[in-house]
Each structure stands twice: as C-alpha cells, then as structure tokens.
C-alpha cells in the first residue's frame, strides 16, 4: 500500500483537513453565502466523524483523490473490517474535503488501484466509491427536469440527468446550452462559468448509471402518482440509506408517494417553477412521514441551488399549485366565455396586478396538458367547483394544442 495515497487518520488530522478546504475551496467565489454554508456542513461532518471515531475507536482512512471536478480527501470508515454506513461488506468513502494539488485524473486512478488493493487484503467482496457527496441525479429531462439540471450543475453538483428517452436527453442538454448561451450574451454569465457548468453534467439511459454515488436525487417524471411512486421506490433500493429522495411535483400527495419508499422519512417535495433557470422560488412540501432531518437537508439544497424556499405541509395544491391553478383555470373560463381575448387577459393580470406573467401565457409555459392532469386531481381531491377543468382547456389538449412544447396553446410559439 503506497503510504503517499493511503494512510490512517486521527480526529487531529480532521481538524487540519477542515482548515485546508477552508483555504483552498475552488469555485463559487462570487457566492459567499454558498461557501459559508459547505465550511458549516464540513465542520458538522468532522464533529460527526469524530464522535464516531471516539465512540467506537474506528479506523478511519483517508485518501488524497481528485474526481476530475473537486479536489478532495475521501475518507473511509473501516470498524472490526466492516465498512460504516454501508450495509454488507461495502466501503463507503466520500470526498468531504479538499486538498490543494490533487487535480489529475491520474491521482483518482492511483487511488482506485490502492483502495481495490486494500479491499481484497481485507477479504472485502466489493469496494463501492462514492467519488463526491456532491453528485446530483435529476430523473426526467422534460421541461423541469433539464431546467433543475441547469441550475445543479451552475451550483457546482456534478449532475446526472436520467431519461428512458435518449432523444430527450438530446434536446435537454441543447434547451441548457441554449439558456447558458443566452445568459452569456446578457452578460449574467461568463463563459467559463457556462463551459464548468456543460463539463458536470452527464446524460444517462441506464438508471443505475444515473443514481450511481448520488447524495440527491430529484424525480421530475410526469404528473402521474404511480409513475413517480414506481420510480422512486426503484431508486430507493439503488442508493444509500441517507441519500436524499425528492420529488417534483406540483400537487400530488407527497405523503402517498413516501410510503412506496422504504425509509419514507427520506422523502420531500422539491417543486420547482417553470422556468427553473428563472424563477427564484421553491416549495418544500412535508409529508406526514418527512424527517426534520430530511426538510433541513432540501433547504440547503434550495439555497445553494440559489432559489427561496418556503416550506408547507402536504396538502392537495400545496401553497402555490392551489392558488394559481384556481386563478389560470377562472383565466381559461373567460376565454370560453368570450369574456376577452388571451392576451388581454394576461395584460389585465400584468399591469393590473404587477404579475410578471399572465396565466394563459404561464399555462402555455407550463403545458395545458399537466394543468389538466392538475386540475383533474385537485377537483378529485377537494371536490370543489372552482378546479372542475374547463371544457375548452381539456378540447385543446385533446387536439395536442400543448402550449410552447406543443408550439402551440393560448399563444402560438416559435423556436
């Protein structure tokens, strides 16, 4: 075993390894906020390590890597040969700090050769690497998925993006290209920002591949209550116990999803608004089995991601789905009613009531399609007149008039 790459660690060392990442954190300088809140969850992580270290008299190892994004020092629990946090002989490893020098890609290949070589001198079956806790698969690359892409990977997570369709994952990572150029040309993004951005996200057909060494998995799957529960229940069986587990959604309960997963506690609603690249709030949405844990964990996420969050219970429409869609479903009402035209519509909300966007263009931008689905389960669940969807909007979908994605809604649209 090559001392230089592997060697045992003390609570000390902790303590020095924290003052390193503290001095030599890369990237994210124009965020201050950003950087004080990884500095306070390393400084938890180490006083979490250390109590694990005095409590048990652990071996904790710790190697110097790079995983070609962040420079880092991964390091591995081993008690009595049996790796913490990991369930059966697993190593569990992490890169929750940094070292200056670590950048090739040839040190994170000495560092898999040493710990492979480590493994097997310990009888261990298998060595699972978790290469950053700072991996974040976004499941879905429709309209919200590649929006919650773009922001996780400005963020700095290094994002995979997961869809059964290869053709979307195509046009996502072009519609994020494209929304980068753009904010490039108006001077909100420098082009090496963009180019850092592009380079930490992968696309991915196969789903183990996507959820591989994620710390953070956001489902952004269609409004459909059993495709997500589905999908989520099959994630949960390919992460690890404390990976957090949440999902998109504008209204569906959030609490019937967690119990189709096990360790329900882990689960949270993240919904995010269209556009994701501009629109600055989230709702965390807590399900009756939600951990304090769990919300903590989705608002540090939230802001790092740059968004405002505000937190709700679980209840049909949340806070925000329950209002707009009883105003952008009236809206519709009174276009089927010769009431005005759409745009006036819009204009009367925008200037009348400083929206920055009317309802029948917000429909459009969103999908007529998912505010029917949204409406539909709104008006099953309250049984109030006000979400009973209108004729004309479920006519226009039935003829494919989707909105934007369609080309086609309240407005016509063109690339």
């Known amino acids: 075993m090559e001392e230089s790459i592997l060697r045992e660690a003390t609570v000390d060392d902790l303590d020095e390894l924290v003052a390193l990442w503290a001095h030599y954190v890369r990237g994210h300088q124009h965020n201050p906020a950003y950087r004080q809140l990884t500095k306070d969850a390393l400084v938890h992580r180490r006083r979490a390590y250390a109590a ?30 049996v790796p913490y946090f990991q369930p059966g002989r697993y190593a569990r490893v992490q890169t929750p700090f940094v070292r200056p020098g670590a950048r090739r890609r040839g040190n ?14 310990e009888g261990m079956t298998e060595m699972r690497l978790w290469m950053s806790p700072e991996t974040l698969a976004v499941l879905g690359a429709g309209t919200m998925g590649h929006g919650i892409a773009q922001i996780a990977a400005l963020a700095g997570y290094h994002t995979h993006l997961f869809d059964v369709d290869g053709d979307a994952l195509v046009r996502a990572v072009q519609r994020i290209d494209a929304n980068l150029g753009k904010g490039v040309s108006l001077g909100k993004l420098d082009e090496a920002l963009r180019q850092e951005a592009l380079e930490r996200i992968s696309t991915h057909l196969d789903l183990d591949e996507a959820v591989d060494a ?46 189709a997963v096990p360790a329900p506690e882990r689960v949270v609603g993240m919904h995010f608004f269209n556009p994701v690249h501009i629109m600055a709030l989230l709702e965390i949405v807590r399900a009756e089995t939600t951990s304090t844990e769990t919300v903590d ?55 009348g009531y400083r929206h920055p966007m009317g309802p029948l263009r917000l429909t459009d931008l969103v999908g007529l399609d998912v505010r029917l689905d949204i409406a539909r389960y709104l008006y099953h669940e309250l049984g109030t007149a006000r979400f009973e969807p209108p004729k004309l909007l479920e006519r226009m979908v039935e003829e494919g008039k989707l909105g934007k994605k369609s080309g086609e809604g309240f407005y016509r649209w063109e690339e």
Do not use: Q
Not at 53 to 81: K, P, Y
Not at 108 to 121: F, G, N, Q
Not at 301 to 307: D, M, N, P
């Open 297 to 351: 964990r989705a608002l540090a996420v939230a802001r790092r991601l740059g968004k405002t969050p505000i937190v709700v219970n679980d209840v049909p429409g949340f806070a925000s789905s329950r209002l707009g869609i009883a105003l952008g479903l009236e809206a519709i009402r009174m276009v089927e009613e010769g009431v005005a035209s759409a745009a006036d519509i819009d204009t009367a909300m925008e200037l």
């Open 52 to 81: 694990y270290i005095e409590r048990t008299d652990a071996t904790v190892f710790v190697l110097a890597c790079s995983d070609g994004g962040l420079d880092g020092m991964i390091t591995c629990f081993v008690e009595d040969n």
């Open 214 to 259: 994620a710390h953070f998995v956001i489902e952004a799957a269609p409004e459909r209550l059993e495709l997500k529960c589905d999908l989520l229940a099959s994630v949960a069986a390919r992460v690890p116990g404390d990976a957090l587990l949440a999902t998109n959604t504008s209204s569906l309960s959030i609490s019937a999803i967690a119990r």
């Open 108 to 121: 994170l290949r000495r560092l898999l050769r040493a710990a492979t070589r480590w493994a097997r001198e």
